[in-house]
């Protein structure tokens, strides 16, 4: 019986404390729906992840659970030290994008590296019926993640993903980060691809 890959959620940026964003930036317009703030945003869906994989008895860890924006350094060194008493997972940083686009993305450190594996099972599963436009690298035959010198992917030993799960500051992709039962979309597609790394991977 296979062992399974226990993955590491870290939620980017604060949270809302009393009403108050704990990070500069990292938000939406204030469109009609009002301000979306990235750092509640990912919360929602990572919370909700975790709820899921409770009910499934699946293991998990989380190294930003605090409300307010703890730094990558930080962030890092907990996902560090979680490899290092367990080299039985990865990560996974929930984001939300920004910058005038439109679509999902999957990032990994640039390179081949076991990051690039596990990316690839969650953009076969996030492929499959998934209501938003994908923004991936390779060729047109060969979609793959995107590549990139994040922190949380550059500092971390473990493999790390980084999903970018939609664009704050477009309105189509702003209405669907609202909507509770796009919301439960993510959830499903990101609870099946951590299925799906097991099933290939677990060691």
């Not at 979680?82 to 390179?111: C, D, K, L, M």
């Not at 998934?130 to 035959?141: D, E, I, S």
């Not at 493999?159 to 919301?183: A, C, R, T």
Request: proline share 4%.
């Amino acid at each position: 019986m296979s062992k399974q890959l226990t993955p590491i959620f870290d939620t980017g940026h604060g949270g809302v404390i009393n009403g108050m964003y704990q990070t500069l930036g990292k938000r939406s317009p204030n469109w009609h729906k009002g301000v979306l703030y990235e750092g509640a945003a990912n919360r929602w869906i990572t919370n909700k992840v975790m709820q899921r994989l409770d009910y499934e008895q699946l293991p998990y860890y989380h190294i930003s659970p605090e409300f307010e924006d703890k730094s990558l350094t930080v962030r890092a060194n907990r996902a560090n030290k979680i490899y290092q008493q367990n080299r039985n997972t990865y990560g996974i940083s929930v984001h939300f994008n920004a910058g005038g686009g439109t679509g999902w993305e999957i990032f990994t450190s640039p390179g081949e590296t076991k990051s690039d594996y596990i990316a690839d099972a969650f953009i076969e599963e996030f492929r499959k019926d998934f209501p938003m436009k994908a923004r991936l690298g390779g060729t047109k035959f060969l979609q793959k993640d995107k590549e990139a010198e994040f922190s949380i992917l550059m500092r971390t030993n473990c493999p790390f993903i980084l999903l970018e799960l939609g664009f704050m500051d477009n309105p189509v992709d702003y209405e669907k980060i609202w909507d509770l039962g796009f919301q439960e979309i993510i959830v499903d597609k990101i609870v099946d691809s951590i299925k799906q790394v097991n099933k290939l991977y677990g060691v």
